[in-house]
């Protein structure tokens, strides 16, 4: 079992539809909790990081909830940019490294 | 920009061979990171370097290996190359060890493809 499992999707929506995206973590120790963003062709860039309070960055939502070990992310008014691979991502206190998921491909069409 | 660079970009080898790969890092970050990225996958930690000494690593045979040098670029040879071995690789430069903020600041990759 993957150490962090995501809907590969593809995901199509139109523009300015609510997208939402789904991850679990197998790791119970795991400590911190992060989404970033891929382009096609170009290297992830964190996007923001993930609270258990919640927390929300403009059309942004993020949530974790430790008890079941998911992570969500949710995009509003989604815009043609927003194309592109979503990773989930998590990191162990005492690791040196992230884990990252496969990864959720979002396609906005206009 | 990340301001993190890595050379090459593309690279053809044959099974067999070896390869360097090459990243210098984002000003005054002191830690870099190694990552292979298969495709239609995510990113997988290969080993980390923070001051010129490895500080940790993930689950990659000893074929793989890795310097620091001392102005904190780095570089990941990889021996008896392997098909599976085809692969984004990901240099990444953080101030903190392991990016406790979880931000790592990434390069554009190396890609390599093994026939």
């Known amino acids: 079992r993957k150490e962090v499992e995501q809907d590969p999707g593809p995901f199509n929506v139109p523009e300015g539809a609510t997208v939402a995206f789904n991850c679990t973590y197998s790791n119970s120790a795991s400590q911190s909790f992060f989404w970033y963003r891929q382009d096609c062709r170009k290297e992830p860039k964190l996007l923001m990081s993930v609270y258990s309070s919640g927390n929300e960055d403009g059309r942004f939502t993020a949530q974790l909830n430790r008890a079941s070990q998911y992570i969500s992310l949710l995009i509003r008014d989604s815009k043609l940019s927003d194309s592109a691979t979503y990773l989930c991502v998590v990191m162990n206190t005492g690791r040196r490294a992230l884990t990252f998921g496969s990864g959720t491909r979002l396609q906005v069409q206009p | 920009e990340t301001g993190v660079t890595q050379s090459p970009t593309h690279l053809i080898k044959t099974r067999g061979q070896q390869v360097t790969l090459r990243c210098s890092s984002q000003?005054?970050?002191?830690?870099v990171s190694w990552y292979q990225q298969a495709l239609g996958q995510g990113p997988q930690f290969i080993f980390q370097y923070y001051r010129e000494e490895e500080n940790g690593r993930g689950n990659f045979p000893p074929r793989f290996s890795g310097l620091q040098f001392p102005n904190y670029s780095s570089e990941l040879n990889v021996n008896a190359l392997e098909l599976d071995d085809s692969a984004l690789y990901l240099c990444?430069?953080?101030?903190?060890?392991?990016?406790?903020?979880?931000?790592?600041?990434f390069g554009e990759g190396s890609r390599l493809t093994v026939l």
């Open positions: 990444a430069s953080s101030l903190a060890l392991a990016g406790n903020t979880g931000e790592l600041f």
């Open positions: 000003s005054g970050h002191n830690t």
